[in-house]
């Protein structure tokens, strides 16, 4: 296997999660419906919030890659559901599969062998699918961590209240 295709399916697998960390939706599984929408003490998280966060970047991210029209949305306003925006089985149904979307949408490009990894973006020099998908699974990642401590957080204050 050559160099490139090592990079490819090393990127794939660091996009689909698991090795140093537990994936997206493993970590969002069985989260119990009652409390997507309980504000974690002195916090304006919530599990859904957060879980909206992560759907919103990842999807300007996987837009900004592949779309040269791409407008991405007013930093940092737009990329949080409002504070006090709650949420319902629907909605959160609705952002769960926004992320399994663009994340396979993302997943499909970097598979995709006509995709050059490290050319720059013909829309925007110094940016590469490399770059991108390095920042969108950072950025997962990051968030991850913290939706694992939320959930923790959120259910022991349900413990002791």
Not at 95 to 103: I, Q
């Amino acid at each position: 296997m050559d160099n490139e295709n090592v990079l490819r399916e090393q990127l794939l697998e660091l996009l689909r999660g698991g090795h140093a960390h537990m994936r997206l939706m493993e970590a969002v599984e069985h989260f119990p419906m009652t409390l997507i929408n309980a504000p974690l003490a002195n916090s304006e998280y919530t599990a859904w919030r957060l879980l909206e966060h992560i759907r919103i970047a990842q999807w300007d991210i996987v837009e900004f890659t592949r779309n040269p029209q791409h407008v991405s949305p007013p930093w940092p306003i737009a990329y949080w559901p409002p504070v006090g925006k709650t949420a319902g089985p629907r909605e959160w149904e609705a952002t769960l599969a926004g992320v399994r979307s663009d994340l396979q949408a993302m997943l499909a490009l970097v598979a995709d062998p006509q995709t050059d990894l490290a050319a720059p973006l013909p829309h925007a020099p110094g940016y590469s699918v490399l770059r991108e998908v390095l920042v969108l699974a950072d950025h997962n990642a990051y968030h991850l961590g913290e939706f694992g401590m939320l959930r923790q957080m959120i259910e022991a204050q349900k413990t002791a209240g």
